[in-house]
């Protein structure tokens, strides 16, 4: 069996964070691991508290994991720290996977930073370099770049500039602007638009975390980059075209259509979609 290991934070609610990519992993057929960097306290409507793990704990986890179990891919997510992303670059180092899908997670949806601001400059220096791909949404990019992001131009010259920054590729997720949600892949020799259809619904918490954790299990599983990506946008399509409004704020992204669909389970859909 393909494994994936994610490496991010807790979301109490379910949605986003290691929660999501342990039910993505399910859903894509790979057998999920997960080491905790820190512990919100988070439903639909935001982020009450933050605790970040103990150094020690973090490292102690990724030991484990990686003495004993092939890990196939990782996805980074939530780091909170300096001391965190520091720890993470040096591991990475260290027990060099296959590949590593960086998720840079900065601030949640309700504005909570769940990546301390002087924690930006360490994630760029020691983390972006060493990630088979990097998946910033718009706000996340301009931090990144230093630069405004308002149409596909700025898109291209962004990745681009990511890139240069020690990235082997970049995804620069588009839904964050107006219109169709088209997401930008480069690698320096390929720029490549995947297109999405905008899907009108206000529960899309976790989705970052959906797609980055998809295209981790499609490259456990052997893909090539580029089909990880089709492949993983077609995941987070379905799974928002699906979502679950469940709460008063956000509600999540649903793995459980793509999942009982994959076991054979069919005549489910009204189930899960009229919640
Ligand atoms: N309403 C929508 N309909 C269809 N696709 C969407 C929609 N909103 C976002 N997407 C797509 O979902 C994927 C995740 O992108 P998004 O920009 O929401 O990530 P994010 O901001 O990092 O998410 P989060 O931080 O909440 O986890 C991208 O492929 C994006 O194009
Ligand atoms: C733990 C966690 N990771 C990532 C995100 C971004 O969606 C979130 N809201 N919470």
Same mark, same amino acid.
């Given at each position: ?10 979301? @109490? ?18 057998? !999920? ?21 103990? *150094?020690?704990?973090? #490292?102690? /986890?990724?030991?484990?994991?990686? =003495? ?6 990782? #996805? ?5 720290? %300096?001391?965190?992303?520091? *720890? ?7 027990? $060099? ?15 909570? +930073?769940? *990546?301390?601001? &002087? ?24 931090? *990144? ?7 596909? &131009? ?5 990745? $681009? /500039? ?5 990235? #082997? ?6 839904? +964050? ?11 320096? =020799? ?13 529960? %899309? ?15 456990? $599983? !052997? ?21 679950? @409004?469940?709460?008063?704020?956000? !509600? ?17 859909? @009204?189930?899960? @979609?009229?919640?």
């Amino acid at each position: 069996m393909n494994t994936a290991l994610t490496i991010a934070g807790s979301d @109490s609610g379910g949605g986003a964070g290691i929660q999501a990519d342990l039910k993505t992993f399910a859903a894509n057929g790979v057998f !999920g691991m997960s080491v905790i960097t820190a512990v919100t306290a988070q439903n639909t409507m935001e982020v009450r508290s933050v605790q970040d793990i103990h *150094l020690s704990i973090i #490292k102690d /986890q990724i030991d484990a994991v990686f =003495e004993d179990i092939p890990v196939d891919a990782v #996805k980074i997510g939530m780091l909170s720290s %300096t001391a965190t992303v520091a *720890l993470i670059a040096e591991n990475m180092k260290k027990y $060099k996977p296959f590949h590593i899908v960086l998720d840079p997670v900065m601030v949640s949806k309700g504005g909570s +930073h769940l *990546l301390q601001k &002087e924690a930006i400059e360490a994630l760029i220096e020691k983390l972006i370099p060493l990630a088979s791909i990097v998946t910033p949404n718009i706000p996340e990019a301009e931090v *990144l770049t230093g630069q405004v992001i308002e149409g596909e &131009e700025d898109m291209i010259a962004a990745s $681009k /500039q990511i890139v240069g920054l020690g990235a #082997k590729a970049v995804l620069l997720k588009g839904g +964050h602007l107006q219109g169709e949600p088209n997401d930008l892949f480069y690698d320096s =020799e390929t720029t490549l638009w995947i297109k999405g259809k905008r899907i009108e619904t206000k529960n %899309t918490h976790g989705t970052g975390c959906t797609l980055s954790s998809a295209i981790a299990a499609n490259l456990a $599983k !052997g893909m090539s980059l580029e089909e990880a990506i089709h492949r993983g946008k077609q995941y987070i399509t379905t799974a928002i075209q699906y979502s679950l @409004s469940l709460g008063s704020g956000h !509600g999540p992204a649903n793995h459980f259509y793509e999942l009982y669909k994959n076991a054979g389970y069919l005549g489910m859909e @009204s189930e899960v @979609s009229n919640r």
